[in-house]
């Protein structure tokens, strides 16, 4: 059973960047071109970066919405709930739902940042990310260090960039890096490579796990015409799967033995299955293959990869072939996928079965472990 | 447990062709382009067909070789048990590994014959065709109908030809079309158009479940570089998973509603996830989405949908989420995912603690029952 002083930890929600995010920080030179909000025709809001209109908040802040009202159009900033961008509305919403603390994805910048990989003025571009990282580190979770966790981004098309907003971050707080989950996929190199070592290193240094959002490693498993984007959801969980896979055969926990990588919203009833398939074939290629012979995919993932989940009764059936200690809650506000206001009473129910020592590891004990928070 | 006198149905293995399947059988004006057997400089072997080298033998032809001699070179069919390409040595093997009858997929035709599919020529591609159903029904499951289940290709770039050759084929006895798990991933219109329903709807008439194979939707999810290959294999599932979202949001079982689906080779460990997230999403996203609102997804899987393992202790466990119903066994002779001669021994194993009439679904009833094939 969930205990009722049980604080609970999400490890992924999501900034609706206000609009004054960038304009407030930037430097003079780039404020024509730093990121603001225009008002279209419509009367909906959009982002207007760099001469592109990029995104929008549809199923990205539906928060309290019925999924009657569910759909692709953009909105606007008063469409809703002020606890998407403003921190002070957020803490409110967060106790409606029972949540206590929060670790916060980008919006407008991507999952990793990607929206400014992609632009093209690659100085103004790592500037963007200087200033989210400190509207995150010093507006949103300075407002209560104690209820949102911060996390960063950094360029990461150029690694001696990275290493040091990487460094600059962690001295200022921050306890995790959002990063990619297929850089290979993107064109850049694989983790296969050593190119990404000394952000790894740097990382591992600082103790700062990588989170990884599902899609921050390109497009996730699309299929066909009608009904693609409903299928593109359900898929979700693929891209953490081909993470997963990747890393553990990689030669990136060998080189990083105290690293960790936590999956974001890739559900967690798939690791059990995935990790006896992975040793599996292991057993069988290990000898031509060019992996590591010697540890077995699933003795690596106990103490690198961690898996989250909004709900998934499936995973926590499983949980001892998971490990207790790998498995971390995410309420997903204000995305599609969240329960909210009824997080804490859906959360409940899916762990009406689980002890509550294990319950409390995983709502709260692995969170505050893994990412260095204390309570 | 597995009762001794269960005899095992093995839904997903492999024939490699003998070199003279279409010599024998393609009308003379082919013969100067009929797939045929070259011996290369290194003394293996290798397909020729209509010009083109194609394929090799490597990982699809290793049954009773140490993973230690595993690898991607062309061998030649003195490098492999006859039991590969010739039936009665395959009885034999099947007798040492303790399996009763198997389903056959075509090695150099491709899973769903796709190698014709890419062929220039489709006037001879579908003489392949003709002429490889005609090898499986008349040769190879003919040699002992009790012991070897006719599973057959259709020309399937041409609807009208494919109907023509599924209803040819069913009335000489064949128990299965081998289809695509993913049409649209190779061009072609998806699941949710029209396009298929001729052939659809022959195969429902005449009972024939579509076998799809991963790999037949186009290449399995890829990755990184070193360990590429490796990588692919663990995450063969996916593709199956994909095809399992695709099809239970499509159109087709609305339509057929007798029509069944064999998912070969992607395991059923990640079922009970993939059906708790797909039902979590449709409950969502139905109200936007064009997908059918009114049946949840997980009770269309009931009845038109069946996922096959080879060594999937996770899936065993979880087979009440799964459904007693919907699993079959699979050797994947001579492929190197199967365990021969070690099957019967590594299955019973994996079903200790499974009830005997459960276990006499899984590896016999359920197949007999879904192919038509009675004992």
New interface residues.
Partial sequence: MLPDDARIISVDDHVIEHPRVWLDRLPAKYQDRAPRIIRLEDGNDAWLYDGERSGNFALNAVAGKH??D???DPRSYSDMRDGCHDVEARLKDMDIEGTWAQMCFPNMGGFAGSTFWRSKDKELAAACITAYNDFILDEWCAFNPERQIPLCMVPFWDVPAAVKEAERVAAKGAKSITFLE?P?RLGLP????DHWDPLLKVCEEAELPLSVHFGSGGAP?G?????D???T??????NS??AM??LL??PVFYKFPTLKFVLAEG????I???L???D????????????NAEQRPSELFDDHIFGCFV?????L??RY?IGVNNILFESDYPH??CNWPHTRKVLAEQLRDVPDDEARLIVEGNARRIFNFPG
């Avoid at 959801?233 to 693929?238: K, M, Q």
């Avoid at 074939?281 to 060019?290: A, F, L, P």
């Fill in positions: 999924p009657r569910f759909g692709m297929a290979h694989s983790y296969h490579t498993a299929t066909a015409e009608d009904g984007m409903f299928i959801i359900a898929l979700f969980g693929l799967m081909m896979v990747d055969m990689s559900g967690i009833g798939w059990p299955y995935l006896e398939r992975t599996y074939s292991w057993e069988r290629h290990r000898y031509w293959c060019k992996i709900s998934d009764q499936t995973g059936n499983e072939q599609s996928d």
